[in-house]
């Protein structure tokens, strides 16, 4: 069972930008509180739309039969094997192997239509891991976001951590503030118990909270 895990984004003040600079200020955050470089890790998100009749990927109402308009994969950096399907609307998150898209193709019911991918720096501290990173969309080098993991590697149980990790978030916005930095981290909690989810935290948590980040990040873009 994995360890409990948060995602949290970064959220520009009004009228600032993300740059580089922010995502190194961040890690540089991470060493001023101890914690030592310890590789680097990747994320990706697969946006699918599904097929028409006709094999083009279309918009709403040309979908054939009953497959959800759009989904979501998954490919998480600590299970390399797996892959994790989201179907927001109807609050399904499902895994598979990693054959599941090389199916999707042959089957013709969806088509990638964007891949976006989180990676950077992972670092240990203490009974922490934080991975700090920027999001990009495939084959570019645009800043579409930046962001954060934290693990907790004692615990798998989300209430039993919350007290622990409020407590590390309110230290590491101490750290980031004396950076004097436009903008802050946020922490948007996933409503998991919608996905079907318990208590003890799974990699279908980490891939949902991924979703989640998403929409705030694209939220934050767009503002």
Not at 43 to 50: L, P
Not at 122 to 148: P, T, V, W
Not at 159 to 172: G, I, P, Q, T
Request: with cysteine; aromatic share 12%.
């Amino acid at each position: 069972m994995p360890p409990v895990k948060w995602l949290m984004h970064w959220h520009p003040s009004p009228g600032a930008t993300l740059n580089t600079q922010i995502l190194l200020e961040a890690c540089g955050c991470a060493e001023s509180l101890g914690g030592a470089k310890d590789g680097r890790w990747k994320t990706s998100i697969f946006f699918y739309r599904a097929m028409t009749r006709d094999g083009t990927a279309g918009p709403a109402g040309q979908q054939p039969g009953d497959l959800p308009r759009e989904l979501l994969g998954v490919a998480l950096h600590e299970r390399p094997g797996l892959y994790f399907s989201i179907v927001r609307p109807a609050k399904l998150v499902l895994q598979a192997d990693a054959a599941f898209t090389q199916v999707m193709e042959k089957l013709q019911s969806y088509k990638a239509r964007v891949a976006l991918h989180f990676e950077g720096f992972q670092y240990q501290l203490g009974d922490f891991c934080l991975r700090i990173g920027k999001c990009a969309a495939n084959n570019s080098e645009a800043l579409r976001g930046i962001m954060m993991e934290v693990e907790y590697y004692p615990l798998s149980s989300i209430e039993k951590s919350r007290a622990v990790m409020e407590d590390f978030f309110d230290v590491w916005q101490e750290a980031v503030a004396k950076k004097s930095l436009p903008g802050h981290f946020i922490h948007v909690e996933s409503n998991f118990s919608e996905y079907g989810l318990t208590d003890q935290y799974s990699f279908q948590h980490t891939a949902v909270q991924y979703a989640t980040c998403l929409q705030q990040l694209m939220a934050a873009g767009r503002g």
